[in-house]
């Protein structure tokens, strides 16, 4: 029997300021509901620039409270409105110099349901993030919503494959990846990693990426969102490599039970014989 919902991705250019961001994103959200769409994430940072390309304490200011901000109260007013589960990925300010790269999530109703916290943070050239954000502290929660359950793994935590087992192991049904990656660094990587986590742990990726040449540097990030099933198969057509786009598809989450029947991965794991992958 089908499982069918309708989810969304927005990836999107720097608008030159935070208002005008926040502005574009209600419009992509009130665009995806009027498409059908019953949950929508979008990029990482999604109201700013992708400031890590310099290393400039006044780029703080973007931080916000998490849930107590002003731009979750804003959204979650929107998300009740348009009955619509949305995913969040700002900048967190837990108190004044404690801050992270985190995901907010929103039921369709509203309300809050709490938040993901990226867990490795990258420091090369054009990616300081370790100037701006902590390493995460939430572990990998998996998120009850209105549509299934959902988990958020952001940016480079993709290279990263113990989070994506342990999202699969609490039960995640689709994960987003929300993303600020450049042409020319992780191209080869992109639509590779994201499709093998996919089938490695059966289930549904959302792999999001904003797009454009910013003014802060010269990373060219190339958009090319998209989803993949448990089977690595996208599902539809890859979005633009240059253009803001809103992309709208429809998974069926029944997909997941008939992989993992045939497959059986997660009967087949041996956690007993990784411990020495946990060692420092």
């Given at each position: 029997m089908s499982r069918v919902i309708r989810a969304a991705l927005f990836?999107?250019?720097?608008?030159?300021?935070?208002?005008?961001?926040?502005?574009?994103?209600?419009?992509?959200?009130?665009?995806?509901?009027a498409q059908g769409a019953q949950i929508?994430?979008?990029?990482?940072l999604f109201y700013g620039p992708y400031f890590c390309q310099v290393q400039d304490p006044a780029f703080y200011e973007y931080a916000e409270r998490i849930p107590d901000g002003p731009t979750v109260r804003r959204f979650q007013e929107l998300a009740r409105e348009l009955n619509l589960v949305l995913v969040l990925?700002?900048?967190?300010e837990e108190q004044p110099g404690v801050l992270y790269n985190t995901a907010a999530v929103l039921d369709a109703d509203g309300s809050y349901l709490g938040k993901?916290?990226?867990?490795?943070?990258?420091?090369?050239?054009?990616?300081?993030e370790k100037f701006y954000f902590r390493p995460g502290n939430s572990g990998w929660p998996v998120f009850d919503t209105a549509?299934?359950?959902?988990?958020?793994?952001?940016?480079?935590?993709?290279?990263?494959?113990?989070?994506?087992?342990?999202?699969?192991?609490?039960?995640?049904?689709?994960?987003?990846?929300?993303?600020?990656?450049?042409?020319?660094?992780?191209?080869?990587?992109?639509?590779?990693?994201?499709?093998?986590?996919a089938v490695a742990n059966e289930y549904f990726v959302g792999a999001i990426n904003r797009v454009g040449i910013e003014e802060l540097g010269d990373d060219d990030f190339y958009g090319t969102s998209y989803f993949v099933d448990p089977e690595a198969q996208f599902v539809g057509e890859v979005a633009s490599d240059k253009e803001s786009?809103?992309?709208?598809?429809?998974?069926?989450?029944?997909?997941?039970?008939e992989v993992r029947d045939r497959w059986q991965f997660y009967r087949d794991r041996a956690p007993g014989a990784y411990t020495p992958l946990t060692a420092p």
């Open positions: 990836q999107a250019a720097w608008t030159g300021d935070k208002e005008s961001m926040i502005r574009a994103h209600e419009q992509a959200a009130r665009d995806a509901a929508l994430c979008f990029q990482e990925p700002m900048y967190e993901y916290r990226k867990t490795h943070i990258p420091q090369v050239h054009g990616f300081w549509v299934g359950k959902v988990g958020v793994y952001i940016c480079y935590d993709r290279h990263f494959p113990e989070g994506w087992r342990a999202l699969g192991l609490s039960g995640a049904e689709i994960v987003f990846n929300p993303s600020a990656t450049s042409r020319g660094l992780s191209g080869y990587l992109w639509q590779l990693e994201q499709p093998a986590a786009e809103l992309l709208v598809r429809d998974l069926d989450l029944a997909k997941l039970r």
